[in-house]
């Protein structure tokens, strides 16, 4: 089970993240989110720990993308809206799921997995749409999870992971440890 913390503006919740077991920390690249940190920052908040670095990106541009990667020491990006990549390149192609998503139909960018999330900020989607898809490909369920919920979401979409971001803020881009703690702990067991 893959998991990611989102949204990580500092250094002390990239080591709280890491410590309790994240598979992967997301670094927002997106310059009107309050979690948006340069690549610079990035590259010093992530380095020397574990999991993969992650970045998130919408409607990036392929030089300017490609760029941040190798500023930031990225391992993966993630991709929102126009998927343009030059060379080699570790992506999840990342697709808004509204929240009444009978008949959602997507097509795969030919990413590493499909990064699914809701519509809008701490809201979550009809897991059954993911498990639809996560019966064909890697997926990866965001959009609403916090430690309370992230149970549920594995059980009935069966991902390949999960992610979370603003479910475990004291506010936007600062971590509440526990809570991220408590996350970590309930996908891992909900994946056994």
């Not at 020397?48 to 541009?61: A, Q, R």
């Amino acid at each position: 089970m893959m998991v990611k913390i989102c949204g990580i503006t500092r250094r002390q919740d990239a080591v709280a993240a890491a410590e309790a077991g994240a598979s992967a920390l997301g670094f927002i690249f997106y310059s009107k989110s309050p979690r948006y940190v340069t690549p610079e920052k990035a590259r010093e908040i992530g380095q020397g720990l574990k999991p993969w670095k992650v970045g998130v990106f919408v409607d990036e541009p392929a030089e300017s993308l490609a760029r941040i990667m190798a500023e930031a020491e990225l391992d993966v990006a993630q991709i929102y809206g126009a998927i343009s990549i030059t060379g080699p390149m570790r992506f999840w192609q990342a697709l808004r799921i509204p929240a009444a998503s009978g008949g959602f139909a997507f097509s795969s960018g030919g990413g590493e997995a499909i990064f699914l999330d809701s519509a809008g900020n701490g809201v979550s989607f009809d897991w059954n749409t993911a498990r639809s898809i996560a019966q064909q490909q890697k997926v990866i369920v965001a959009g609403g999870l916090n430690p309370e919920n992230v149970a549920d979401a594995i059980r009935i979409a069966k991902p390949w992971g999960v992610d979370a971001s603003s479910g475990l803020e004291i506010s936007p881009g600062i971590k509440d440890h526990e809570k991220v703690r408590r996350f970590i702990k309930a996908a891992r067991e909900a994946w056994l």
